[in-house]
């Protein structure tokens, strides 16, 4: 079994250390640079420009985040790169932006972001990215047919199953996941326990963390029931982690 003792060492900032978007927005190198200064792993959102380049942005409409008009898959990468978020000096980067900013400092996690008809070839790119870098880095999504191309596109990355809910019909779509070995999952902290969380890291010994993680409830069911939380607003080296 691989050791991904790394992937739950240290809380995770979700889409890097950002203030909620009042001056230092999510997902960018400022927020990166934040998280990297405060020693946390960094999660971030990778989509495919039109010209079929992973950049760093979670919506794949453009309005939000860049005022604009239109979606990611519109536009090349360097028009993306040329958009201001949320008017600040920050643009929208590539991938490779990113881990060359990273440069192995502190882990990363990468969350594929599946639009469909649109994504052909995104797992295929990020894993080749993910493959080449030079520091401990694994690779999720919650659309269960990018999951079905880690193993081919991105072998030797860790590879996990982002979910939430607690009824039936999604608890058993997740477990048919674990036919396509992920290796650890990421589960949305107001849906613990259930019965998926407690199977895979009791008998399975999978490592699972959770998202997104704002307040101390969040932060007491992530360690009664998970091994590490991606958080945002607060900083969570001042949170108590429960023994």
């Known amino acids: 079994m691989t050791d991904l ?11 890097g250390f950002h203030d909620k978007n009042r001056t230092r927005w999510e997902n960018t190198l400022s927020a990166f640079d934040a998280a990297i200064e405060r020693d946390y792993a960094i ?6 420009s039109s010209d079929g380049v992973p950049v760093v942005i979670h919506d794949d409409d453009l309005k939000r985040l860049t005022g ?8 090349t990468a360097d028009e993306l790169g040329a958009m ?17 900013r990273i440069g192995g400092r502190v882990p990363v996690v990468v969350e594929v972001k599946g639009t469909p ?5 995104l797992v295929e790119r990020v894993g080749k990215q993910l493959t080449r870098y030079q520091g401990k880095a694994a690779i999720m999504s919650f659309d269960h047919w990018l999951i079905r191309d880690f193993a081919k596109y991105a072998p030797g990355i ?7 809910g607690r009824d039936n019909a999604l608890i058993e779509a997740h477990f048919s996941m674990l036919a396509h070995d992920i290796a650890f999952t990421s589960y949305a902290a ?14 399975l010994k999978m490592p699972v963390i959770t998202w997104t993680v704002l307040d101390q409830p969040a932060v007491d069911l992530t360690f009664r029931y998970a091994d ?12 108590t982690r429960l023994a």
């Open 228 to 239: 590490q939380m991606t958080f945002e607003g607060f900083e969570p080296d001042a949170a």
């Open 158 to 164: 860790p590879g996990g199953l982002t979910a939430y």
């Open 84 to 100: 201001r978020i949320g008017g600040t000096e920050d643009h929208v980067p590539t991938l490779e932006e990113v881990l060359a």
């Open 190 to 203: 107001g849906d613990l326990p259930n019965p998926f969380v407690s199977f895979v890291r009791e008998k």
């Open 68 to 75: 604009e008009d239109g979606f990611v898959w519109q536009r």
């Open 117 to 121: 008809g649109r994504d052909a070839g």
């Open 43 to 48: 999660e971030c959102d990778a989509h495919l």
């Open 5 to 15: 003792s790394w992937l739950i060492a240290r809380p995770i900032a979700h889409r």
